[in-house]
């Protein structure tokens, strides 16, 4: 069962308070994503892998930062560096991974300022991580909760459905 909204904005500041000076991406990456992933009770290692290879155009090769497979790709950088550029380099991983792999999301990072991409919605967040607790719903897939939308009856269903009501009564 997921944890409580309430928990995971608890966790969040928590999350947010420890890592409030974290700069570094080659000495903290890891550490911060298994702390990230905790706050919405989840191992990081049941779902996602560090430095995945992959092949990019031409002969280059990449590492992706941390790739959960057909969900959420992430790019992360040190303080204060590009997010743009970052995001830039996320897509340039895409055109050699399988079509099961391809994520719905991306996350650029430098630790402080967060970007989340829906790749399905084209909708973009970004915060900043002392904001990290106010944004924590745009992270519901990775605790296991799943957005619903509901939309009103098309009038042309709702006038079918009244007249087979009337025949269903004649």
Known sequence: MPLSWNEIRKRA?????????ATRENAETQSFYNAFFDVFGISRRRVA???EPVKKLGDKRGRIDLF???????????????????YTQ??????????????????VSDFQRFEL????TKQVNKFTLSE????????????????????DQDPVNIEASERMGKLHDM
């Open 13 to 21: 500041i928590a999350f947010s308070q420890e890592f409030a000076d």
């Open 49 to 51: 892998s560090f430095e």
């Open 117 to 120: 991409y829906d790749l399905e």
């Open 68 to 86: 959960w497979k057909g969900l959420l790709l992430i790019e992360q950088k040190s303080g204060g560096r590009d997010l743009t550029a970052a």
């Open 90 to 107: 996320a897509l340039d991983y895409f055109p050699n991974l399988k079509e099961e792999e391809l994520p719905r999301y991306i996350l």
């Open 132 to 151: 990290l607790h106010k944004n924590v719903e745009l992270f519901g897939f990775i605790a296991g909760y799943q957005k619903r939308e509901f939309k």
